[in-house]
């Protein structure tokens, strides 16, 4: 994996994280899970990996996180979407839009 | 990532990383648990089911890996912030509470700072004075050089020139030695005539043993210091060069006539200290055959080759002295070397004694200023007792807490650290403009870089020692009975009350301590000032009258004799005499002398100091002629061989001839020297010539006969000595115009010099001492009123009981005393054990004088009696009502 794309990956894993908490508080399965419908199972990671990324994003202060419990009762940590997070997220998803409106204009672009 | 709080941080998170690692893997663990539970809800055996969820969820142990690395750094990140959040809270929290509490700021401040302050100050001199590398390259290989004669019972002689060339020749250790010898010299062809000090180097001097850059021109030749070459050369010191030549580049072309022989310069030496600050001009000393063997003359010091040690170079230098002694059985029986390293050129003995003194004396200043800061810090940290339990009980934690004490004090004592330089810098500047001329260097003095590390690491040490006491006491408090007691307590806690006695008996030990130091040094000096002088000193000027050596013997005399008679002539003058050295002055000429018909005395021939004067010595310093007479004109007519007429202090008279009439009685002179045969005109009174602080000198005097010795006239006046300086400059200027008059001052300001030296240190010790003793009051009477305070309720009930006044009195007192006793066995015994390194500092008092110790126990007993006494005499007029209100 060259470098250019595992940090497209990783700053696309980041977006679509923050993304996941703007609705609510969220541990870290429940985000797989919210990945895993919302993209209707397109998007299938290797769901371990969040973890390194959901502390990388804590450190840099887009995300908190508490002790909290689960829906079954269970001991979880619960991330949540901080100011700055939130500011980051608009930043992206800007962007993205913007790229991916590059890159459409590149592929409807005809012969000629 | 280098700070010590990081690297603390670090630390701490890796103890903490167990506790990360376990978190991690609980919310990892969560996550396969989840997993699998949804992959059996779909149907799936729960091998298959794991299996599926491992898949999904990625190499477990790898991505446990980077989740631990990602989490520590986040809790890394996160521990600092909440560290430097809780200093800034502990510091805004000390700050609140200086500003809430002015007089309490304000006393601790101002106490610190006194303490700070001082030690400051003394440190930078201790720093200058000896602590900082001489100016020279590798200066460690710098040695200073002697003769012994260990049988005669003598160590440290300067070298005799005739051994020094062979020491410098033959010793296989060194890489140079040179010789160094103070003179002085006529200046002229310049307006007015003037006398210049000159020191006499061999040519290696600084080029090759001290090893110094010149700052112009060069250094001396190696050839300059033999007969052979030209040795009319000359180098500037540094001074010299700035205030002849304002540091011109011209001072190279320059020529100087010294005793009326032209020398070329060639160079100017930089400033420095010491040896390149002795003498305003130096030049070769140069090599002739007839060096003597037994006049020690020379200052010496050597440069040892590279690895060589200070004994090697010391065991080199005694073989060359074996083979010299070979050589020269007489002149040099027993003659052996002693060498120093170049740590003593800095300061003498005494001086550097003198200064760790200073520095211990502000050591305890500063002991006893954190004592009672500490006490304050306790006191109030009691009086914060709810308060602190309230915080514990709702989480602060124990070490938070301490934390919290510290952060406090150590602002504390920054703050006044950082007053204290201030008033080190003051200080700095009253002890250089208050000291003697003899502590070399203390003009130099200034706040370096190692005195503000010193300054800081006591404003550091004060801080920890004054905050961890009292911060250990508050947090070990147990939270729930002091919340149950409401923080009150009869008379404080058993452990705090013992605390507050320890307080008290350390301030009275180390004052006493401190006290005895000045009280020992206050004798002393009186002593010395008290001292049977044996000559006057008020109303006497002395001068050098620089007569050249062009002068031959008869023609000496007459100036001398003539001049004094013109002198005597002015109408001031009570009367005057011309002298070869001055009294006081330190230097001196010696000779051997023994009775005729005794040539050898049991225990060696006896030593005594000569010295040539005119007619009227003796009266005009007031020194009484015992027997016999003073001499006369006619005495100066004596023939070359015939006996010379001598007078000589009593103490000779004694040795010599005791119970009998020495009058007419021969003397033999420069006995196992020369030898002359002298006649004893009659005898005078005994001088402490050599400075008060010596013993009376044994002296013989002599008629002012020779050439070579220029006089020092001394002139007794009835008014303010200086006043006949003009008259005298005349005088002169109408007998020789070339002859300069040098070194002018009064009997009384060579007297004040002579003694500087002990003044100096007493006034500074007698000062911190008393600073000490009114810390240690202040702090004991603190403690005494605090802790009566706390007994207000037992008292109250003690009144209500019927016990009387005097009782409580009484009782109140006792309880006081108690630790002031303490501190005063353990002050005296400290007192006694470190008194001894001051024995050398003392003059005719015993560091043991029972006067001294007993007049501070004294003096401390009624000090600590009276701040007892007056919070018991208030405690014992409570009102019981009042008292049981009291909270």
């Known amino acids: ?112 | 990532m280098s700070s010590p709080v990081d690297r603390w941080i670090r630390i701490w998170s890796r103890l903490s990383r167990r506790r990360l690692k376990g978190e991690v893997e609980d919310e990892l663990d969560f996550h396969m648990e989840m997993l699998v539970r949804r992959f059996r809800s779909q149907g799936m055996d729960p091998a298959r089911a794991r299996a599926a969820a491992e898949d999904r969820f990625g190499d477990p142990s790898r991505i446990r890996r980077r989740a631990v690395r990602a989490e520590s750094s986040r809790v890394r990140q996160e521990e600092r912030a909440l560290y430097m959040d809780n200093l800034r809270q502990d510091l805004r929290f000390a700050l609140r509470q200086l500003w809430k509490r002015p007089v309490f700021s304000i006393i601790a401040l101002s106490m610190l700072a006194l303490g700070i302050g001082a030690n400051t100050a003394i440190f930078s001199v201790v720093y200058t004075v000896l602590l900082k590398p001489l100016p020279f390259p590798e200066p460690e290989r710098l040695v200073r050089i002697w003769e012994s004669r260990i049988e005669q019972g003598w160590e440290r002689a300067s070298v005799a020139p005739g051994n020094f060339w062979d020491l410098r020749e033959m010793n296989r250790t060194f890489e140079d030695l040179g010789a160094y010898r103070f003179s002085s010299a006529n200046l002229t062809g310049m307006e007015i005539p003037e006398r210049l000090s000159v020191g006499r180097v061999s040519a290696g001097f600084f080029g090759q043993v001290l090893a110094v850059r010149p700052v112009l021109g060069r250094t001396f030749l190696p050839g300059e210091d033999q007969p052979s070459g030209e040795s009319r050369v000359a180098m500037l010191s540094h001074q010299f060069w700035q205030s002849r030549f304002g540091g011109d580049l011209s001072a190279l072309d320059a020529r100087l006539t010294l005793d009326g022989e032209s020398y070329e310069v060639v160079g100017v030496l930089p400033a420095g200290r010491p040896w390149l600050d002795y003498a305003d001009v130096y030049v070769p000393m140069v090599r002739s055959p007839e060096d003597t063997r037994s006049s020690f003359e020379l200052a010496v010091i050597g440069r040892l080759r590279p690895g060589i040690t200070l004994e090697g170079g010391r065991r080199d230098l005694e073989a060359v002295a074996r083979r010299l002694e070979e050589a020269f059985p007489d002149a040099l029986a027993g003659i052996g070397i002693t060498v120093g390293s170049s740590r003593e050129w800095a300061a003498n003995a005494e001086t550097r004694r003198a200064l760790w003194l200073l520095l211990g004396a502000v050591g305890f200043l500063l002991m006893i200023a954190c004592v009672n800061l500490g006490n304050l810090f306790l006191a109030r940290a009691t009086g914060r007792v709810r308060e602190t339990a309230i915080r514990a009980a709702t989480g602060a934690s124990r070490g938070r807490l301490i934390r919290q004490g510290l952060t406090e004090s150590l602002f504390v004592s920054l703050v006044g650290a950082g007053m204290g330089l201030g008033l080190g810098v003051w200080g700095v500047a009253a002890i250089t403009a208050m000291a003697p001329g003899q502590i070399p260097g203390l003009n130099e003095v200034a706040i370096t870089g190692w005195v503000l590390t010193f300054t800081l690491g006591a404003g550091v040490l004060t801080g920890v020692l004054t905050g961890l006491v009292p911060a250990l006491q508050a947090s070990g408090e147990d939270a729930a009975s002091t919340l149950r007691t409401g923080g009150r307590s009869v008379s404080g806690s058993r452990g705090q009350r013992r605390l507050r006695g320890g307080l008290v008996s350390a301030e009275v030990a180390l004052s006493l301590i401190l006290l005895v130091g000045a009280g020992l040094l206050i004798r002393s000096f009186g002593e010395l000032m008290g001292a049977e002088r044996g000559f006057e000193t008020d109303h006497r000027l002395i001068a050098s009258v620089n007569v050249p050596d062009t002068y031959g013997p008869a023609e000496a005399t007459e100036f001398n004799l003539q001049l004094v008679e013109r002198i005597s002539a002015l109408p001031p003058v009570v009367s005057t005499a011309a002298v070869h050295i001055r009294p006081l002055a330190g230097g001196s000429t010696g000779l051997g002398f023994v009775r005729p018909d005794d040539p050898e005395p049991e225990g060696g021939i006896p030593w005594a100091s000569w010295r040539l004067i005119t007619p009227g010595y003796f009266e005009t310093l007031g020194v009484p002629i015992l027997r016999g007479r003073d001499f006369t004109r006619d005495d100066f007519a004596f023939t070359g061989d015939g006996h010379l007429p001598v007078l000589i202090s009593r103490r000779i008279a004694d040795l010599l001839w005791p119970g009998e009439d020495p009058l007419g009685r021969t003397i033999t002179l420069w006995a196992g020297q020369t030898g002359r045969p002298g006649e004893v005109l009659g005898v005078v009174g005994d001088m402490r010539e050599r400075g008060i602080d010596q013993g009376p000198t044994l002296a013989v005097y002599l008629p002012y006969v020779a050439s070579g010795w220029p006089p020092d006239v001394v002139i007794h006046t009835a008014g303010e000595p200086t006043a006949v300086v003009p008259a005298l400059r005349q005088i002169l200027v109408e007998m020789d115009p070339n002859i300069p008059l040098s070194d002018i001052t009064t009997l009384e300001e060579m007297l004040g010099q002579s003694v500087g030296g002990q003044r100096f240190l007493m006034v500074l010790v007698s000062l911190f001492a008393s600073l000490a003793l009114l810390l240690a009051l202040a702090g004991v009477y603190g403690v005494q009123s605090y802790s009566v305070a706390q007994q207000t309720q037992e008292i109250g009930v003690r009144v209500a009981m019927g016990a009387s006044r005097g009782q409580i009195l009484r009782k109140v007192i006792l309880q006081a005393m108690r630790p002031a006793f303490l501190g005063l066995a353990l002050g005296i015994g400290g007192a006694f054990a470190l008194s001894r390194f001051m024995a050398g500092l003392l003059f005719q008092v015993e560091p043991s004088d029972p006067t001294t110790y007993v007049g501070v126990a004294g003096v401390l007993c009624v000090a600590a009696l009276l701040s007892a006494w007056l919070p018991a005499r208030r405690a014992a007029g409570v009102d019981p009502v009042i008292a049981f209100r009291t909270e």
Not at chain 1, 17 to 25: D, G, N
Not at chain 1, 52 to 73: C, H, K, Q, T, V
Not at chain 1, 81 to 92: H, I, K, S, V, Y
């Open chain 1, 1 to 112: 994996m060259s470098h250019a794309k595992a940090d497209l990956l990783r700053g696309t894993l980041d977006f679509l994280i923050l993304k996941a908490l703007t609705f609510q508080p969220q541990h870290g399965y429940g985000i797989a899970r919210w990945l895993e419908e919302s993209s209707d199972d397109l998007l299938r990671i290797e769901e371990g990996s969040l973890y390194p990324a959901l502390y990388r994003m804590e450190r840099r202060g887009w995300i908190r996180s508490e002790w909290g419990f689960s829906e079954a009762n269970r001991k979880a940590r619960y991330y949540r979407l901080t100011a700055r997070g939130r500011e980051q997220l608009e930043a992206q998803a800007e962007g993205w839009d913007r790229l991916v409106e590059a890159i459409s204009l590149v592929l409807r672009k005809q012969p000629g």
